[in-house]
């Protein structure tokens, strides 16, 4: 079924009411700066490109100094971005193809900027009209979706939709409008909630008002009323166990799920989630827990990706949100906060009976009066030597136990004297995060003679769920 496209007249006015503020949203100061978080941006967001330039520049501030940067160096600023190794690669290609070149300028020739390592036609766009004023129209992942919804192109590749963009709107307007469609996407049309109610342009759009498929969702939405979000015609339930997709950026979450029968919805994981073994050769890895690829994330197209407050930076779920991703943070300081995320897990994944049973098993495991064990440090890294405090999951494991913990909160650095001074009865030397051996513990019995010093297995004490029992059957045993 056809529809008629959108007047590009009245499309530019709602937009310009709609989003007065429309900028790009990479921050720079020059060309330069510019061209650098744009190259970063491939395949991650912008907020995270935003946090991770400050740094970088304040290291390698111009062409000059990145034509010279160390390799490794560069790669642990611009890690968190993802695909770091070929970035750092272009960004170190693109400052000595500056020098040698452009006297260490940006220029701003479309042919010589295109020709630069690292920079596409895409980036080329992006530099040229924000930093030259140059008219270019780049289209990324939110214009692809926003321009096909509203009609303005069928293409289904980003360049053929560029094009009739561009033969459709004015070459003075193309800027504004790059940034406007992008503000569109992020606010309003979401890539799988889409906020049809709230949106100024229902009225122009085709498929907002459920009149063709969405070329996105590939299904027909329903007619939009103002206030209430738009869903699909006759859509599947939310959460079932054979339609959930699931990433887990946590790897005792992983193997909880994989306990629970939710190994076919884990669509994705962490390198560090590598229990049971045989997951490694079954979900596609996402990065680290610290630094998660989130371009893969995305294109995963994930129902829900699971994260926890201390092992998952604040800004990984920042990021998800602004991608449109939703997202469940736990939060585990206790062993009895692991009985309350048995049930959250449970009531979002639907699998409340198995989580109710495990919840009520272990509080039932916590009953009771407890010893004051022997005063217990358990380290968790060397060089420098750190340990989990007693206000960490880890600490009251112990506690639990029948064990003392003792230590500064959080997770310390201590220095020889520190643990001389802490004078522990009990130290305990984990398999991880750090790979403690006999070598370790004979030198510590050394260094801590009245100490008892005892090697134990890292993930039955610092993997909280999947493993809990087990911990606390480990600190008990003693």
């Known amino acids: 079924m056809s529809f008629p496209k959108p007047k590009s007249d009245e499309l530019q006015r709602r937009f310009r009411a709609a989003y007065p503020d429309a900028r790009c949203a990479l921050d720079h100061g020059d060309p330069f700066q510019l061209v650098v978080a744009t190259i970063l941006s491939a395949q991650c967001t912008d907020a995270r490109v935003n946090l991770t330039t400050p740094a970088l520049f304040a290291r390698f501030p111009d062409a000059a100094s990145l034509a010279v940067a160390d390799l490794e160096a560069l790669e642990g600023l611009i890690r968190s971005t993802g695909f770091y190794h070929n970035k750092a690669k272009n960004l170190i290609g693109l400052g000595q193809a500056l020098v040698a070149r452009h006297g260490g300028v940006v220029p701003s020739d479309p042919a010589a900027l295109g020709a630069l390592p690292g920079v596409g036609q895409k980036t080329a766009n992006v530099v040229l009209a924000n930093a030259f004023g140059v008219p270019a129209l780049a289209v990324d992942t939110h214009i692809f979706r926003v321009a096909r919804r509203l009609a303005l192109s069928r293409a289904t590749t980003p360049e053929k939709v560029e094009a009739d963009l561009c033969r459709r709107f004015p070459r003075e307007d193309w800027i504004e409008l790059h940034h406007q469609l992008i503000f569109h996407g992020r606010r309003v049309c979401d890539a799988r909630r889409p906020d049809c109610g709230a949106c100024t342009l229902l009225e122009l759009c085709p498929t907002g008002l459920g009149k063709v498929k969405d070329p996105h969702l590939g299904v027909k939405l329903q007619a939009s009323v103002p206030g209430l979000p738009t869903t699909a015609v006759d859509p599947p339930p939310p959460y079932t166990r054979s ?6 950026l946590v790897p005792s979450v992983t193997e909880l799920l994989v306990q629970w029968g939710l190994a076919a919805q884990l669509v994705g994981r962490t390198r560090y989630c ?13 990065g680290g827990t610290k630094d998660p690829d989130l371009g893969r994330i995305r294109d995963l197209a994930p129902d829900l990706v699971i994260l926890e407050r201390d092992e998952n930076p604040k800004e990984v779920a920042e990021a998800l949100t602004a991608l449109g991703l939703p997202w469940l943070a736990l939060e585990i300081r206790t062993v009895k906060d692991c009985a309350a995320a048995f049930r959250l897990l449970g ?22 009066r407890r010893r004051k064990g022997p005063r217990t440090l358990a380290l968790i890294w060397r060089e420098p030597w750190m340990s989990a405090g007693p206000d960490t999951y880890v600490g009251d494991l112990l506690r639990q136990g029948g064990l003392t913990p003792i230590g500064p909160d959080r997770y310390p650095v201590l220095s020889e004297e520190d643990l001389e001074a802490l004078a522990p009865q009990l ?7 750090y790979r403690f051996n006999r070598r370790h513990q004979a030198e510590l019995q050394k260094r801590l003679p009245a100490a008892e ?16 029992e087990e911990g606390l059957a480990l600190v008990r045993a003693r």
């Open 453 to 468: 010093v005892r090697l134990v297995d890292g993930r039955a004490l610092t993997w909280y769920l999947s493993r809990t």
């Open 274 to 286: 590598i229990e049971p073994r045989w997951i490694r050769n079954s979900v596609p890895t996402v």
């Open 427 to 433: 130290l305990l030397l984990p398999s991880e995060p």
């Open 347 to 368: 009531e979002r994944l639907g699998m409340t009976e198995i989580a109710e049973l495990r919840a009520t098993a272990l509080e039932t495991a916590l009953k009771g």
């Open 243 to 248: 339609s959930l997709r699931i990433v887990s």
